[in-house]
C-alpha cells in the first residue's frame, strides 16, 4: 500500500502535522509564532518546517538548533526563511526519553506489527536520525504513545508503513 498525497504531504509538513495532533487532543511541544518571540523560554529550538525543501531545482535540508537569545533566534528564524522560502517551526526545549511507534496501515487500521522503541541516542546531540534503538518495555508512556500514534494514522488514513515519535519531558513526564 502507498498513502495518498495528501496524506504524505500533510504528515511531511511539522507545522501541519502538530496541527492535527492538536485537534485530535494529542498533546504538542509548544510551537511559537513570530509574534510570540517575545514569549520565548531559552533555550529554544527552532527547525525547518520540513525536512527536505526543494527551491530553485535544489533540495535543501535541515536540521534542528538550539537558540539562546532572541537576536540569534531572529537571525536563524530570517536565515531559514531566505533559505527555503518557508517559516520554520520555533519550540520549547524538552529534555526527556524519546519513543517511536512503527506499524504497517491500511487506509488508517494498523494491519501489521505495531512496534514501539525507545531512542538510546542520536546521530548529533540536536536531534535527528537514531542511531541506537531498544524495544521500548510495557509502560503507561508506551501505551499511550501506541494510541496516539493509531489516532494520527487513522485521520491521516494512511496506508503503507509509518513512524510516529513522541517525547517524554524529563521535568513533568508529559508526553508530547
Not at 36 to 54: D, L, M, T, W
Not at 71 to 91: F, M, R
Request: charged fraction near 25%; hydrophobic fraction near 40%.
Amino acid at each position: 500500500p502507498v498513502p495518498s498525497l495528501t496524506s504524505v504531504e500533510l504528515a511531511s509538513d511539522k507545522a501541519l502535522t502538530y496541527e492535527l495532533a492538536e485537534r485530535l487532543l494529542i498533546p504538542t511541544i509548544k510551537t511559537y509564532t513570530k509574534e510570540q518571540f517575545g514569549e520565548v523560554v531559552y533555550p529554544a529550538v527552532i527547525k525547518n518546517r520540513h525536512s527536505i525543501v526543494f527551491k530553485n531545482g535544489s533540495s535543501i535540508s535541515g536540521s534542528a538548533s538550539f537558540v539562546f537569545s532572541l537576536d540569534e533566534l531572529v537571525s536563524v528564524y530570517e536565515k531559514i526563511l531566505n533559505q527555503t522560502g518557508e517559516a520554520p517551526l520555533v519550540q520549547e526545549f524538552i529534555q526527556g526519553e524519546e519513543y517511536g511507534v512503527e506499524m504497517i496501515c491500511n487506509k488508517g487500521e494498523v494491519i501489521d506489527t505495531l512496534f514501539v522503541h525507545r531512542r538510546i541516542r542520536s546521530l548529533s546531540p540536536r536531534g535527528g536520525a537514531a542511531v541506537v534503538k531498544e524495544t521500548a518495555e510495557e509502560s503507561l508512556e508506551v501505551e499511550s504513545t501506541k494510541a496516539y500514534a493509531q489516532a494520527l494514522a487513522k485521520e491521516l488514513a494512511w496506508d503503507g508503513p509509518i513512524r510516529v515519535e513522541l517525547t517524554v519531558d524529563a521535568q513533568d513526564g508529559r508526553l508530547l
